[in-house]
């Protein structure tokens, strides 16, 4: 089992639509939790980081369930400048020091 | 204040040739992070320092690859030789420091990364 999971995608949804994203961690001890964006051709750069009583920034909101370890990203009233790959960043402690590890992305199209 | 720095940002090179990449963090960052993504995957982690010290490169190809950060600060990421398959970007990132969790606190910072074409 990977360390971090993703489904690739692509999304494909129409402007204005709702769209979640799911990412499944399989270290019960990671600590820290985040998603970055990814544009084509660019370098990820954070989103938001990812509160255990879950937070909302804007029309993002993110959620954790550590039960079940999973991460959750919701997108309300996407934009066609949302179109973009999405990273699950889990950030884990091993051997005295937080262990990163990214998710393959999940590809997000926002369509007219 | 200034981001993660790295050059150079585009290199083309036949297989077998080697390579450079030079990165300089962001000023106060004690880890520094190498990552190689490949054109529709994920990055995936090459080696992390903290300050000079490696601290992980299990997935650091050492046949062909090095890197180094001697005085603590800058590094540089070499390929030799190298191969189709190194084809990719090589991304460069910081963070305060991974020997402390400040939770969120620890936000992973990348540069723009060099993008390597071997033909």
């Known amino acids: 089992r990977k360390e971090v999971e993703q489904d690739p995608g692509p999304f494909n949804v129409p402007e204005g639509a709702t769209v979640a994203f799911n990412c499944t961690y399989s270290?019960?001890?990671?600590?820290?939790f985040f998603w970055y964006r990814q544009d084509c051709r660019k370098e990820p750069k954070l989103l938001m980081s990812?509160?255990?009583s879950g937070n909302e920034d804007g029309r993002f909101t993110a959620q954790l369930n550590r039960a079940s370890q999973y991460i959750s990203l919701l997108i309300r009233d996407s934009k066609l400048s949302d179109s973009a790959t999405y990273l699950c960043?889990?950030?884990?402690?091993?051997?005295?020091?937080?262990?990163?590890?990214f998710g393959t992305g999940t590809k997000l199209q926002v369509i007219p | 204040e200034a981001g993660v720095a790295q050059s150079p940002r585009y290199k083309i090179i036949e297989k077998r040739q080697s390579v450079a990449f030079w990165c300089n963090p962001i000023?106060?960052?004690?880890?520094l992070y190498w990552y190689q993504q490949i054109l529709g995957q994920g990055p995936k982690l090459l080696i992390q320092?903290?300050?000079?010290?490696?601290?992980?490169d299990s997935q650091l190809p050492k046949d062909r690859f090095s890197a180094e950060r001697l005085k603590g600060v800058d590094s540089t990421l070499k390929i030799q030789p190298a191969k189709l398959e190194d084809s990719a970007v090589y991304l460069c990132?910081?963070?305060?420091?991974?020997?402390?969790?400040?939770?969120?606190?620890?936000?992973?910072?990348f540069g723009e990364g060099s993008w390597l074409t071997v033909v």
């Open positions: 990132a910081s963070s305060y420091n991974i020997f402390r969790d400040r939770g969120s606190g620890n936000t992973i910072y």
């Open positions: 270290n019960s001890a990671s600590q820290s």
């Open positions: 990812v509160y255990s």
């Open positions: 960043v889990v950030n884990a402690g091993s051997g005295g020091y937080q262990k990163v590890t």
């Open positions: 000023s106060g960052h004690a880890t």
């Open positions: 320092f903290q300050n000079n010290g490696v601290v992980d």
